[in-house]
């Protein structure tokens, strides 16, 4: 390999190692936090360096080759849930999930159901998966497997269905679970005046790229979630268009829509 292609390899490399972190620490709600540790541990790390060599104490030198192993361990043992999460997230996102896409008509069956549920007030909680699979919440609910259909969804969140109670699950065209649970978000940025439903469609968004839908039992508001924001009391209109961008064509922008976590 030529002297000149080496540099530009090194720099590839580095760029595919170092990635999928940054992506995955600015995606994670604590992602502010570890960046400011991170800054804080570089910038003593380089200026402990820097004087021990200038002044070549060997002992302090230990010192610091010691303590950054040290350091690097304590990181993963703080960080170890976050981490976790990292994983499953990096082992559920499929590259073949990111060429499928979902059938228009799902979102027309959706939206049917969501008409005569928020005119019935019944409460509803839905997971649409995108690129990350929620397996690990479908093993703790009860598998479905059925194509999806606006009368299957309406029978599943019918009061006194045993199935009722937690999410449903939706992976392109099939309801693939029901009775799943989903993580409480803990964002102190949001509204105590949230219910159990919209906190976990708030959490399970936090954790994954899914988009959540949800229909309010006691008001029959409609709401969508996505990314750890929660958009609140929408039309029929402004859901067929969020998810047409969204979900349809998977884009990766954030909506405009001001009706966000928090808002009354």
């Not at 799902?106 to 159901?113: G, Q, R, S, Y």
């Not at 019918?158 to 065209?173: C, K, M, N, T």
């Amino acid at each position: 390999m030529t002297e000149q292609l080496k540099p530009a390899l090194e720099v590839l490399i580095l760029f595919l190692i170092f990635y999928p972190v940054l992506r995955f620490v600015r995606e994670w709600r604590g992602g502010g936090m570890l960046k400011g540790l991170g800054f804080i541990f570089a910038s003593s790390l380089v200026l402990g360096l820097v004087l021990v060599e200038a002044l070549e104490l060997s002992v302090l030198r230990f010192f610091f080759e010691q303590f950054v192993f040290i350091s690097v361990l304590a990181l993963v043992i703080i960080f170890q849930p976050e981490l976790r999460m990292g994983l499953v997230r990096l082992g559920e996102t499929t590259v073949i999930g990111k060429f499928i896409k979902p059938d228009k008509g799902i979102v027309d069956e959706l939206v049917k159901a969501l008409k005569r549920m928020s005119r019935d007030r019944i409460g509803a909680l839905i997971a649409l998966e995108r690129e990350t699979r929620l397996e690990s919440f479908v093993e703790g609910g009860v598998r479905v497997d059925a194509r999806f259909s606006a009368d299957l969804l309406e029978s599943i969140f019918y009061p006194g269905s045993s199935l009722h109670d937690g999410a449903v699950i939706v992976r392109q065209d099939r309801i693939v679970a029901s009775a799943c649970l989903f993580p409480l978000t803990d964002n102190p940025e949001i509204s105590k005046r949230l219910g159990t439903r919209h906190r976990a469609a708030i959490g399970v968004t936090e954790e994954s790229d899914a988009i959540t839908v949800i229909v309010s039992e006691e008001r029959g508001e409609i709401s969508l979630g996505m990314g750890g924001k929660l958009h609140r009391n929408l039309t029929v209109e402004e859901v067929i268009s969020f998810l047409d961008l969204h979900f349809l064509r998977t884009a990766e922008a954030t909506p405009s829509d001001k009706k966000r976590a928090g808002a009354a």
